[in-house]
């Protein structure tokens, strides 16, 4: 059984920052990529980033240059540091990974159970 486990959400002023944590548990022999999604109120839910093993990123248009997707694989764990937060950016954030659990099994997309992250004066 694989689990993926975040925090870090919470509630911020415009302008500020935040950094989300996600641990992959379980059963695991590789993980590629790992991701955030956000679904904002009322919206689906859209990639804000991903990265891959060997570290290639990937940033939705509206995140770019002001949060940075990282990982480390020794931990399995991914962050997401969010700089210059604004309004907007008011979300649930979930973490999803590609897992393969053994040597020549097949992958499978797991998620998070979601952090909220607020972003509001």
């Known amino acids: 059984q694989v689990q993926l486990v975040e925090s870090g959400g919470g509630l911020v002023q415009p302008g500020g920052s935040l950094r989300l944590s996600c641990e992959a548990s379980g059963s695991i022999f590789s993980i590629n990529p790992m991701a955030w999604y956000r679904q904002p109120p009322g919206k689906q839910r859209e990639l804000v980033a991903a990265i891959t093993t060997a570290g290639r990123t990937n940033y939705a248009d509206s995140v770019k240059g002001r949060f940075t997707i990282s990982r480390d694989n020794a931990k399995n764990t991914v962050h997401l540091q969010m700089n210059s937060l604004k309004p907007e950016d008011t979300a649930v954030y979930y973490c999803?990974?590609?897992?393969?659990?053994?040597?020549?099994?097949?992958?499978?997309?797991?998620w998070g159970q979601g952090t909220q992250v607020t972003v509001s004066s």
């Open positions: 999803n990974a590609a897992i393969i659990s053994s040597y020549g099994g097949n992958w499978n997309v797991y």
